[in-house]
């Protein structure tokens, strides 16, 4: 089975805190991607990575950044924590598209992030 | 960019009766491929169907189904003989063809009632 990992299913932070969500995967997929997921909002794409030390921007990229030093982790990073960056945030992965077009996308449990 | 529209942020059925979730979406592609993704309370995403747009038939999978609509740019999932199981958060999603990145709409709250 697919199994894709977030760090922390629960994590407090203070204002202006740099924040780190980890995430790895372990079916050697070659897309990986961040969202954040607020009620009433679904899920907002933050960013994606097609391979290794490649990243897009989706379409909330502000505030955030992002690493992918090898292939099985993509590291979301908050450079200061802000009250409106608390959310659910979900990590997930899929393989890259074939001919026969895309998998599903497998997804983390999801970090819920506070910031105080 | 593509737009994906939930219209109802809320639904609720009885137990074995049949409900129908509704999705939109907006774009100018003719090569794309649509999902519906359940996320019960343990927060885990997982594939309930997808449909390719160059498709005609309906998917189905199991006790559910698509009707899918392509020029009216419409996505209804139905789910038949509804199980308390059912009760989650159901998202539909939309995917350019040769693309990377799946975009999602805000999503139905369904509860299905004993």
């Known amino acids: 089975d697919v199994k894709v990992t977030q760090s922390s299913r629960y994590l407090v932070k203070r204002t202006g805190e740099k924040v780190f969500l980890e995430c790895v995967q372990d079916?050697?997929?070659?897309?990986m991607f961040w969202y954040r997921q607020d009620p009433g909002l679904g899920l907002r794409l933050i960013y994606f990575?097609?391979?290794?030390?490649?990243?897009e921007k989706g379409d909330i990229p502000e505030g955030y950044s992002v690493s992918r030093e090898k292939k099985e982790r993509f590291s979301l990073i908050l450079e200061s924590a802000s009250t409106n960056q608390t959310s659910m945030y979900l990590c997930?992965?899929?393989?890259?598209?074939?001919?026969?077009?895309?998998?599903?996308?497998?997804f983390g449990q999801g970090t819920r992030l506070t910031v105080v | 960019a593509q737009t994906v529209t939930q219209s109802q942020p809320e639904m609720s059925v009885q137990e074995a009766e049949t409900v129908t979730l509704s999705c939109t979406y907006d774009?100018?592609?003719?090569?794309?491929?649509l999902f519906w993704y359940k996320q019960p309370p343990s927060r885990q995403m997982i594939l309930v169907i997808r449909?390719?747009?160059?498709?005609?038939q309906n998917a189905t999978e199991n006790r559910f189904s698509v009707n899918f609509q392509k020029a009216a740019k419409s996505f209804s999932l139905k789910i038949s003989d509804s199980q308390l199981g059912d009760t989650a958060m159901y998202f539909c999603?939309?995917?350019?063809?040769?693309?990377?990145?799946?975009?999602f709409g805000a999503g139905t709250r369904l509860t299905v009632k004993p």
């Open positions: 997930a992965s899929s393989l890259y598209p074939r001919a026969g077009g895309p998998d599903e996308a497998f």
């Open positions: 079916m050697d997929h070659e897309n």
């Open positions: 990575s097609y391979d290794v030390k490649m990243k």
């Open positions: 774009t100018s592609e003719n090569n794309y491929y």
């Open positions: 449909q390719e747009a160059y498709k005609q």
């Open positions: 999603a939309f995917m350019k063809h040769n693309s990377n990145d799946m975009r």
